[in-house]
């Protein structure tokens, strides 16, 4: 069985694992306090082009997300993003549990727009009980989205523009941002992310890291105090270094950095697999340049592939038909993206 | 200005006052463990035909929905509830403050059927990763709805059959119970109410009340130390014996008691409003047999109204013409109505 | 059976029950937005010569002490205040509900000192792994409080001074606040609560009314927004007018109101008691003067008394010997003072 | 400058980073759900002779706390722990976070009794006003204690006796259960644990692994849905199999396992320490037979081994004298014991 049902099916790039080897006997301080994380923080400053950048590591993704957005909001406070986003949908109620609501916009592919989120506030401030309504306190977006879609920087821009109008932090989920940044549909840097949003992060676990997000703070008012919080929500590794570590193997180097560079390999895959399915008369459901593709397939083919190869079913499309999602990622090998291109 | 927006205008019925100040004097132990409590619950136990249930009193509304959420579910938990469900669009998030996400599910009128509750959870339990996935843990409905709507007693006793299969607590939301229960349309009796429900609320807030609202209790497995949690939640007043006065002077002659006559009056008043609406040819947004209602009217006919009479804009419906929400209670004097019909 | 056990055996003073029938039938805007609260709003800025101060009445202690609790602290942060403070005793843990540890200071006598305070600040900052510990917050203290001791203004001035170098808000749970104002060692005047606290309530359920705590925010920080935090926690009363005709019946005429009349009643007889407690040679456990007063009794007199009243017991003191607590209250009769007096 | 101050200053034992790096390639499920973590979940079954116990994997011991202690807890309830225990002091407030009030009782070396746990139950429901009170509803123990003391099996059973009588699940915190273990005066044994216990964990962070922490649940009320907890409080690693390939790495063999070697290890050296500091006339603060010592010494030994190793500073002493903490771990050399005695 070949495995394409996820972006985190191995363990992690090599190099790591020769770096957390090389450094296993190091004595350093615990909790984030030691050399690797500060270089690993020195490089990512760099890379944002944000020398005043706070930035703290993470265990995972759900984490990130509680951490961040119970910093961010005030207790009456709500967070708007896509219905479909992984907070509304898929984390088991962790927002919940932090005490805020999710507040769902409207989305087909994963992603809003500025108009939806000006929208949203308006109503909000215009309903003569807002008190008794949940007040929108901040927006998030996922790049690239649960549909393997991403933002231009023109719609980014757009996008924060109007946060700022209306004086709504901004925070980028980055689970998948070397894939995102790695897309022939990309055109925003590192420096764009930090420079339009208020808050961000660069993903590890999904993108040759064993695990770990790295959370990139610009905003001088959402910076303080949140060691506390990442401590409070378990997410103050004792090790902090293991971290450091990997996110100095990742990044170091920049834009020329294994993180780009293993992300660029799964997207050629992607694109390779994509070309094939259209090739082959599929439609798509959703028209991703990332390494998430949703090919439309007849039932027959979905049988026959799942025979070799794990993956998602996403939806039934009609009766003989499905969409499927196959995930590439910096550990896919090309022979496994030729052979099921073979059984198409 | 003669006000229609909402069935909390006035104080409350004078009866209530009359009892308040006849047993001022008296001394009581606090915390609803005084005999004039002690006495609306028995009434309120004879009413349900249920000797054996749990009856608290609460202040207000949501002060009840949280307190009875927080109670049943666990915190991986959720609550299903129409998307127009109080708990999901007017509580300021008083749910997911308590650590819950509300699941919303679709309706147009303010009701939810047994077959979406059904397929919610067969939904859930088929995701191969529902332990990503918020667990529904109870059903919430109300009794009129937010949309003036009430559940026959064959959709409550279908809903009720489904809860049971799936093990998902029922709780209704009562807090314009009376008006739901002295509409022409009403098959249920509070004896249907209580065997059909697991948890339910008779409000007293909006049906001639001070405030207060009723909780009945009737699953056994609900029942234990539901009082520390009213006490956490603020929800156990010093003077406890405020609400046993208003619920026995309300509810005392059960099925003929003040309750039901005021209520009754309400639905009176309110049929005889939508019965001028249709005479005038004016479509209606809601079928609503209860208090509240809501005639789409031209808007200049809303101008004209606006002058003498206050009320709700709900919705534009098109143009020329937006919906408007009219509520009478126990407290509209007949001449208000009146009046109102001659303007339209 | 005469009731001291505390202080909310009776209804209200019966000024209120007249205005609340007078005013009955009149038609308001619901959630404290009618004339009667802006009234009573007018009448406590007045009183605390504060004009810019935002008040709002709040149905009892728990909700008024989480409310603005919650409202104040970062998630992260904790309340410093007594051990024997009721948010750390006597609310069901409803401070913790709301995600706050509650940090306990030692005392005996309910009082805390600003050397505790700036203590417990310097040790926090001078762990250095303070970011693993709760982050003092604020401060909490009541007046009177729970063993009906009082702060004098030298101390509530030093208090103030701490939490304003120390950035931590100060908050005065007021329950008892009328008793505190009345008893024979105050030297604070509402004026003075107002200038030293940043947030502070005048309670009324303990002092004449039926329910109602009026909660003052004088610090512009922690005004904006304040009103969705009490709908939040279930505070925001549909028919609040309840709440403005109360208080502005009770306090209509300021340092000569009703408030402070019925208060010095309470006062004069619990200082009567005291005085026939010493006479008879009987130990105080608090050198009370306000009106909660804590006698040490033989166990045979304390047997004796329970004939005839309801108290609190407190402590054990020997093995002949046991504390009790009598409250008097607005609606003590001089009588019944009398009569318990000559049981000694 | 040697690090003793604390059991997590390296990365981990190597023969865990060689099966990581064995098993890199490998293809596996995410969440925990791979075939390393159902071995390791057998192996650890077997030596707890439970072959019915549910075994979760966390990533680290504020996440296993929060998570265990939210997942038993209902609202109203709260813990039960020493006052000097993690989860009372070290959390950033965690398990308030997560709604719950942490009952702190007495200590002076890290350890709880049996009669305090009756003592504390027997208090809350002797109160009249119990339900004012958070209810106890869980006991919090470690073993070693934050003071390296431990349990005895006769005071565990106890304990456990106790529990079961009260109906409070007994939760043990092993983050440094290894060195428990290990010690010299210990005589209990995993499968005591398992039997005596409803739930405890075997510490990974401090006993060789990178990070991880096993978590045993035995009691069959405590099982169902936690793994929707451990989602929801952030603690489901994607690639969960890095944390069932380190506790099969540490736990294959069983009472000969890695995980026994390596902290009998540290033991050993840490009972060398302490005859050391005893020869040397030093006191001890606490007596530790595990791997955190706690040496009172002269001030000017304090200052002159700073200069070449690292230690916590634990509490002044008197004018002349400071208690330090000293940790070994699986990874101390003894060169650096021999070193630090050399220095005393």
Redesign the interface.
């Known amino acids: 069985?070949?495995?394409f049902e996820?972006d985190?099916?191995?363990?992690?790039h090599?190099a790591i694992?020769e770096k957390?080897?090389e450094?296993?006997?190091?004595?350093?301080?615990?909790?984030g306090l030691d050399p690797h994380c500060e270089h690993a923080r020195a490089i990512i400053r760099d890379l944002c082009k944000s020398p005043d950048a706070d930035v703290h590591f993470l265990?995972?993704?759900?984490?990130a997300n509680?951490?961040v957005i119970?910093?961010i909001l005030?207790?009456?406070q709500?967070v708007l993003c896509a219905v479909t986003g992984h907070i509304n949908?898929?984390?088991?109620?962790?927002i919940?549990?932090?005490?805020?609501?999710?507040l769902p916009l409207e989305s087909t592919d994963g992603k809003i727009t500025a108009a939806q989120i000006r929208k949203a506030y308006d109503i909000h401030y215009h309903d003569s009980?807002h008190?008794?309504?949940?007040?929108p306190g901040m927006v998030y977006i996922s790049q690239s989205t649960e549909n393997g879609t991403i933002y231009s920087k023109e719609e980014l821009q757009s996008i924060s523009d109007i946060c700022r109008k209306c004086s709504l932090p901004l925070f980028l989920d980055g689970a998948r941002l070397g894939y995102a940044l790695a897309s022939p549909k990309n055109d925003l840097t590192m420096e764009d992310l930090a420079s339009l949003c208020d808050v961000f992060y660069i993903g590890g676990?999904?993108v040759g890291a064993?695990?770990g997000e790295a959370v990139v703070i610009t905003s001088p008012t959402l910076k303080p105090?949140f060691?506390?919080?990442i401590?409070?929500?378990?997410?103050?590794?004792?090790?902090g270094?293991?971290l450091g570590i990997q996110f100095e193997t990742l990044l170091a180097g920049g834009e020329d950095s294994l993180y780009f560079e293993i992300s660029n390999h799964a997207i050629e895959l992607a694109i390779k697999l994509k070309e094939a399915f259209l090739k082959k008369g599929y439609r798509l459901l959703f028209d991703s340049f990332t390494n998430q593709q949703y090919p439309i397939l007849p039932d027959n083919i979905v049988d026959k592939l799942s025979k070799s190869f794990s993956f998602s079913t996403w939806s039934k499309v009609d009766d003989d038909h499905t969409a499927i999602r196959i995930c590439t990622s910096w550990?896919t090998r090309p022979e496994a993206v030729e052979n099921l291109i073979d059984h198409l």
């Open positions: 069985m070949i495995h996820c985190y099916t191995e363990g992690c090599p694992l957390l080897t450094t296993n006997d190091e004595q350093t301080s615990g909790y265990v995972g993704g759900t984490q509680t951490t119970a910093s005030r207790p009456y709500g949908v898929h984390e088991t109620g962790a919940e549990a932090a005490g805020h609501k999710v009980e008190e008794h309504i949940v007040q676990t999904k064993l695990f105090n060691r506390y919080m401590k409070q929500r378990g997410g103050m590794l004792a090790k270094r293991l550990a």
